[in-house]
């Protein structure tokens, strides 16, 4: 069946470090990919999201590319912010069934520190 | 546009007890959803709402939770009788009907305590 699977955390990382969150999947046919983000206390929101082999999905200076070859859309930042610290779920979301569940992640938390 | 508004905003209960949560989605959007997502983990869908009918509850605890979705815009949880595994958050999400690559509007949640 479909499936996700992240890096665990918690990821701690200095100001204006480089982050990675690595994030695979297993889905057959050609699923839509989404990072969301929850910051404390507040519900999830969409970070970014890409719906077809090689798409770059980007905001806030994150980016994540759709890799089909690698079944693999890793999160990226080049320089982290103190305000980046949540936790990062990386979902899919197939386009078949009537349903269309999203296939959730365990979550990344990330603290960055000042 | 106006978000996902939910309430209450925290509720402590003790075992046994009931609980309703409210959610009112983006004006619009025909799909609804609640959530469950238990400290340190993801998401669990309990149900799934498309207009006013059920897509998915397949996941519900159907013993004791229950949903409606009136009229196809606000929706209520209920929990009845509350066990201690319930803790939780509860969050709703809408989105528009029909596409996939459409992103899920979650509300901020309702922080359940059950003690």
């Known amino acids: 069946g479909n499936s996700v699977t992240q890096m665990e955390g918690p990821v701690t990382l200095s100001e204006e470090a480089f982050l990675t969150i690595n994030c695979t999947y297993t889905?057959?046919?050609?699923?839509?990919l989404f990072w969301y983000v929850q910051y404390p206390g507040e519900g999830l929101q969409l970070l970014l999201k890409a719906t077809k082999a090689d798409d770059k999905g980007s905001n806030k200076g994150f980016e994540a590319t759709y890799r089909k070859e690698t079944t693999s859309f890793h999160l990226e930042k080049g320089s982290v912010q103190v305000s980046d610290s949540a936790v990062y779920f990386c979902?899919?979301?197939?386009?078949?069934?009537?349903?269309?569940?999203?296939?959730w992640g365990l979550g990344t938390s990330l603290a960055v520190n000042p | 546009e106006a978000g996902v508004a939910q309430s209450p905003r925290y509720k402590i209960i003790e075992k046994r007890q009931s609980v309703a949560f409210w959610c009112n989605p983006i004006s619009g959007h025909a799909t609804l959803y609640w959530y469950q997502q238990i400290l340190g983990q993801g998401p669990k869908l309990l149900i799934q709402f498309q207009n006013n009918g059920v897509v998915d509850d397949s996941q519900l605890p159907k013993d004791r939770f229950s949903a409606e979705r009136l009229k196809g815009v606000d929706s209520t949880l209920k929990i009845q009788p509350a066990k201690l595994e319930d803790s939780a958050v509860y969050l709703c999400?809408?989105?528009?009907?029909?596409?996939?690559?459409?992103?899920?509007?979650f509300g901020n949640g309702t922080r359940l305590t059950v003690t």
């Open positions: 889905a057959t046919g050609y699923p839509s």
């Open positions: 999400a809408s989105s528009p009907l029909g596409r996939v690559e459409s992103p899920l509007h």
């Open positions: 979902a899919l979301r197939h386009n078949a069934g009537n349903n269309r569940k999203l296939i």
